[in-house]
């Protein structure tokens, strides 16, 4: 009895005392004044005229001048000092807490306005093009070949491919608000839906989920409502919510153009392609990244019919929000498709690819590099100068301050390169106040340090901000890790830490961390059956328990594990 009693003894004080780290770890707050001293020390660190400038900005509290401050890729011939001038200039570019004197809402609306009357312009060349022929030299030949493009990888359009493909996003809907956006919950109270949309799919979704009552019962909308979300400290970013029952059958349209064009060679679910694109173009100016401004805004209504084979028009044009609301005011779009679309990331990537791909045949080029993400295309260096022709005469604006189809930069999809070596820079969101927070700057500083020396060590002019970052911490809450083990820990060499290593018979080493796990609540609804019959797979492991919509709880775990340690290297 007696040794039974002191093992609870020891459990209870083992437990009493992870609940006290835990609760330590979420009360902890960071003092404003460090927050800043962790930006001017990492501007100090890149050491340059231009971080230098970046340093005396946030210093004095010139925001504006600071988040508009840019520099130009095609004059700089040297790798380093490159990127630490670009590591400088980024660093708080997507900072949304600075108090600049910018209305980042105002820039985003206006920005949508401008975009919805270029594409009032669009709708009307596009009408007087197929009235009287009326088009840019030579692009008769490659307009048709783009035609076909579309058509050859859309095929057939097959209506139970869609009925298969069909499901929820992750977001909210004209209804669906707060934290709990599960199927479940759209199953259960979702039957708002666009009056086309209802005519061309009501009966068939009926006939296809006679379980579903919401096709009975349905709630006319006359469109999307738009909304702005934070981007970067410049602007933020328009979107559009749409009726729930809409989202479910754009979701199922996207679905499947993503799915042919993976039979065309395109895949959707990888960015890889794009980011050797980029590597590639940064090394011998073979191949050009491009970007577009509002791509997504500017898809015009008329220049999907002129492009798309009639079936698959109908089919989009029905399952699209045709008007939207602004600030109380609804209007007919001009525009096709917004941001908030089910479809709209792939319908630009088809047109994007498509037109790269006509350039290609037409001028007898080798297309095997031509990738696609979203609006994120990657095509031959010597087609750039006629593909910004047809994309503009089509209503889309290439950004030429971002494009490059010259020089030693490229940026594709995330990835930034400079004759061949990665410059990605690190962003700092938002203000320093978390321990957590400080956990990932810390990880992204030491990653940084360590791009900075080939992957061979770290570079030592970090130093100072990393371990102002780690001591900034109390010592009982440096929970020291792997890379693995994402913002769990702060991540480390093997020889700096305590871990463990496994006794099961695994080869590997335990460790301590704060992982996030989602926070879960339990139903019981025809929703939830419905949900459950829907997508078994995906849904199996939470039982009757559903996930809430980014709401995570922290846990104190003193056992995770890891098989390979990563080994950054000596700091030099």
């Known amino acids: 009895m007696p040794k039974q009693k002191s093992r609870c003894n020891h459990q209870t004080r083992h437990f009493e005392s992870r609940a006290e780290t835990l609760k330590e770890f979420r009360s902890f707050r960071l003092h404003p004044a460090v927050n800043r001293k962790v930006i001017e020390d ?3 660190s890149l050491g340059t ?29 040297d790798v380093d000092r490159f990127r630490n001038d670009f590591a400088a200039i980024s660093f708080l570019r997507k900072h949304g ?34 009235s009287s022929g009326k088009i840019y030299p030579d692009g008769e030949r490659v307009l048709t070949t783009l ?7 859309l095929g057939t359009f097959d209506i139970d491919e869609v009925l298969q493909s069909c499901s929820w996003g992750p977001g909210v809907s004209q209804l669906i608000k707060g934290n709990d956006t599960s199927g479940a919950r759209k199953f259960d109270v979702e039957c708002e839906i666009t009056r086309d949309a209802y005519y061309l799919f009501g009966e068939t979704m009926k006939l296809a989920f006679p379980l579903w009552k919401a096709w009975d019962k349905v709630k006319f909308s006359a469109g999307n409502h738009i909304i702005t979300v934070p981007k970067n400290a410049k602007t933020d970013r328009t979107i559009a ?13 996207g679905k499947v153009l993503r799915r042919r064009l993976r039979f065309a060679g395109y895949n959707l679910n990888s960015d890889l392609k794009n980011q050797r694109g980029a590597y590639l173009g940064s090394l011998d100016d073979s191949l050009a990244t491009i970007d577009f401004k509002a791509a997504s805004d500017t898809i015009s209504r008329a220049v999907v019919e002129l492009l798309l084979p009639p079936v698959w028009f109908t089919v989009l044009n029905a399952a699209r929000s045709q008007f939207y609301t602004l600030d109380g005011k609804t209007q007919r779009a001009e525009k096709f498709s917004t941001m908030g679309n089910g479809f709209t990331f792939e319908l630009e990537s088809l047109i994007f690819v498509c037109a790269a791909l006509a350039i290609c045949e037409v001028n007898g080029i080798d297309d095997s590099n031509v990738s696609v993400f979203g609006d994120d295309i990657v095509l031959p260096s010597c087609c750039v100068s006629e593909y910004t022709d047809l994309v503009g005469w089509l209503g889309f604006t290439v950004n030429r301050e971002k494009s490059f189809s010259s020089g030693y930069f490229r940026e594709s999809c995330g990835q930034y390169y400079f004759k061949g070596v990665d410059v990605k820079p690190l962003f700092l969101k938002k203000d320093l106040t978390y321990a957590k927070d400080l956990f990932r700057l810390a990880n992204g500083v030491r ?5 900075h020396n080939a992957n061979c060590g770290c570079d030592s002019r970090f130093r100072a901000v990393w371990s102002l970052l780690v001591s900034s911490i109390p010592q009982r809450l ?6 693995a083990s994402g913002d769990a820990t702060i991540h480390v060499n093997l020889d700096e830490t305590v871990a463990r290593r496994s006794q099961e018979g695994w080869c590997g080493y335990k460790y301590t961390g704060v992982p996030e796990i989602p926070i879960s609540i339990e139903k019981s609804s025809l929703g939830l059956l419905l949900a459950r019959l829907h997508s078994p797979s995906a849904d199996m492991p939470y039982g009757n328990n559903v996930p809430l919509r980014a709401r995570t709880r922290m846990l104190l775990k003193r056992n995770m594990f890891v098989h390979q340690w990563y080994d950054f290297g000596p700091w030099y």
């Open 241 to 253: 919510i749409e009726p729930g029952l809409n989202i479910w059958v754009q979701l199922g349209i």
């Open 49 to 77: 005229p231009i971080a230098l400038s970046c340093y005396l900005l946030y210093k004095y509290e010139e925001y504006d001048q600071l988040v508009q401050k840019d520099i130009d890729p095609r004059s700089y011939n």
């Open 97 to 130: 807490g600075l108090p600049t004197s910018i209305d980042r809402k105002e820039v985003a609306l206006l920005g949508f306005v401008k975009a919805e009357e270029t594409c009032k312009v669009s709708n009307q060349r596009i009408r007087d093009y197929l």
């Open 447 to 451: 990653n940084l340090s360590h791009r």
């Open 478 to 483: 440096r929970f020291r890790g792997p890379v």
């Open 147 to 153: 035609v076909r493009k579309i058509e050859r990888v």
């Open 42 to 44: 990492f501007f100090i």
